[in-house]
């Protein structure tokens, strides 16, 4: 069983940055792909951005070019630097894992998920 606890979340200006963190433990993390998700009030949940086992990365379009997902396999952590925020991104951001190789954007191929930290961009 993976445990997922994250991190860093706040309430920032529009154009301000933000780095999430998820800390996981009880598993072997680099077998894992990676992946961060929000869900603004009244919304579904919506994928924001992927890494892979390899360190391969995918993201949605709307955060490409402002937000940065990596992972550090020695901390079994994963990042989500955001960069350019705006009142849009307001939600709260859930880290995932998935012991699968490739890409996937779908919540439903994750088995393990954090409890979520809230993110609030004022405009």
């Known amino acids: 069983q993976v445990q997922l606890v994250e991190s860093g979340g706040g309430l920032v200006q529009a154009g301000g940055s933000l780095r999430l963190s998820c800390a996981a433990s009880?598993?072997?993390?680099?077998?894992?792909?990676m992946g961060w998700f929000r869900q603004a009030p009244g919304k579904e949940r919506e994928f924001v951005a992927t890494i892979r086992i390899g360190g391969g990365t995918y993201y949605t379009d709307s955060v490409k070019g402002r937000f940065t997902i990596s992972r550090d396999n020695v901390k079994n952590t994963v990042y989500l630097q955001m960069n350019s925020l705006k009142p849009e991104d307001t939600a709260v951001y859930y880290c995932a894992a998935r012991y699968d190789v490739g890409f996937s954007d779908d919540p439903r191929r994750y088995g393990y998920w954090g409890q979520g930290t809230q993110v609030t961009v004022s405009s």
């Open positions: 009880g598993g072997t993390f680099s077998s894992y792909a």
